[in-house]
């Protein structure tokens, strides 16, 4: 694009071929001032802080002098092509690269013009016209050519931007996994000021049993391999970010030792989401299938069994001792067919059929259950559920609420032997669209490594119950197009959250 430009800037500033002839017979004769100039140009820059930092070293001082030094012959004597072009726009790109700050760029031109100025004034023989005409020439091409150098800066911004925009996230870190550069991605995701994680390592972003993966990725990069880990990163409001990273290598070009680590971070908590769910539909259409053959196999047998032994237990003499015996058999067999009933509800629930329902009746007739059950006597329960109406299955939310209060009041037996005061609190609110069901309890609570557990079927650290209680509501909730997860109670013990969209399941 500058290619195409230069020419019609050259004419916009009125600088004609004659101009560049005229620069160009003047070139022998300005070059003496050249030496002078270059000087002048490195003196400065090793006595201005920033401007000698990116001077490395003295070889790299030497190839400076001989590139400035073709850069004012140029100046001079080059036709005003493409390559003089691509020459200017090369020269910004190493100071981008090295670092340099742009207004030194344009506060190092100033000496640099006045110096040619100065040396063609004092070119005596020529007229004043022609001086004249010599310094407009010399004028504009420098401003062209700064124009040009100064242009990589902004094509750093288009690419700042690009990286900026990136779906992955971005950032520099050094040996210890101090981050130092951040793209926006990055910063905005975890929801951290950009100032403050720069001060943040990547073990503080990533959860605790991370710091392994984490370690490992540290160690692989600075041993100058590029390195991929995937492991789980902290937001700053707690959510939970599954990453895949990937790591480069970074080494200095003068000292070749790595000084950082590019780090590229892809979000994979929804690939993950998808593919857990992907596996849970596959295995529950197993189970389903499993739990259909198994109703058959063992229904219908315990069925018979239970009808046998009433026939004996009717049969046997009033206060004979095989009698409570039998009764315990009987029992044990109903719970047996309970559990398969449990099975085949959680692996083949039926579809939702959403009713327009006041949930605070559905709360108010479960908590009564519990009430009137004498194995949690003692416990307080506090209800708050002002009417709310939503598009639920009645039928199938209530024993969902039943039996997250069963697992709440169950929670707390070892707390009503200890004499502590056990308590449960069910509350209902609407937040935007979704309706909120909090049950909380004042028991022990759920440790962090079996809060995704407590849904899974058969998981269980009670005696009592087959341990499908929360996976069979996880399931209902679920088909609600809601959830249920675990979280804190701000009574000490475990707060079971069910979300419920209020217009009912997705279509
Ligand atoms: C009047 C403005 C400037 C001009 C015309 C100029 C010219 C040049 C040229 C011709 C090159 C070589 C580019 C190449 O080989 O492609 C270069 C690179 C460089 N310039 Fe400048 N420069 C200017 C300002 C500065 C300033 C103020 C500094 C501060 C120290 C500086 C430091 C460097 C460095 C460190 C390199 C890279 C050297 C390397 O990687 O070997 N330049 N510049």
Known sequence: MFADLYPRLLAYSDITDVDLALLRELSPRMAPAFPGIID?????????????????????????????????????ERPRDSSYVERRLAIGRNHVEVGLPPI?????????????????????????????????????????????????????????????????????CDSAGRIFEANRTLY????????????????????????????????????????????RLHAADGEALDVEAIAIPHSDPVTRTIDHGRIYLRDITERRRIARDLLEKQSLVRLGEM??????????????????LRVIEESLPPGNPHGPIIEEIV??????????????????????????????????????????????????????????VAAVDPEMLKPVIYNLLVNAAQSLSGIIRSGRDPEIRITLRKQDRLILIDVDDSGPGIPQD???????????TKRSGNGLG????????????????????????????????EDGPPA
């Open 104 to 172: 030194f760029v344009f506060s190092a031109m100033g000496p640099v013009r006045m110096a040619l100025e100065t040396a063609v004034l004092a070119l005596h023989d020529l007229s004043d016209e022609t001086r004249r005409r010599a310094c407009r020439a010399i004028h504009v091409t420098l401003d062209l050519d700064l124009g040009l150098i100064s242009g990589s800066y902004h094509e750093i911004e288009k690419y700042r931007d690009l990286v900026d925009t990136s779906p992955d996230m971005i950032g520099y």
């Open 331 to 388: 029992a044990r067999l109903l719970a047996l067919n309970e559990t398969v009933d449990d099975l085949l509800l959680y692996a083949r629930p039926r579809r939702p059929l959403p009713i327009l329902t006041d949930l605070s009746i559905l709360i108010g007739e479960a908590v009564e259950l519990i009430r009137r059950d004498s194995q949690f006597d003692g416990i307080r329960i506090g209800v708050d559920a002002p009417s709310m």
């Open 188 to 231: 905005e995701r975890l929801g951290i000021r950009r100032v403050d994680l720069v001060q943040k390592t990547l073990v503080e972003l990533s959860s605790p049993e991370s710091s392994p993966q984490v370690a490992l990725l540290l160690r692989g990069v600075f041993d100058g391999q590029r390195t991929r880990a995937e492991f």
């Open 40 to 76: 002048d140009f490195y003196r400065r820059a090793l006595t201005e802080p920033v401007t000698r930092r990116v001077l490395k070293n003295a070889d790299m001082i030497a190839r400076l002098r001989q590139s400035f030094l073709e850069w004012l012959h140029d100046l001079f």
């Open 291 to 308: 739990a259909a053959v198994v109703a058959h196999e063992v229904k219908n047998p315990l069925a018979g069994i239970s009808g046998a």
């Open 470 to 501: 929360l996976s069979i509501a996880y399931r209902v909730v679920q088909l609600h197009g809601g959830r249920i997860e675990v979280l804190d109670s701000e009574i000490e013990g475990a707060r079971l959250r069910l979300t419920l969209p």
């Open 450 to 460: 079996h809060r995704d557990r407590v849904f899974e079927p058969f998981f269980t």
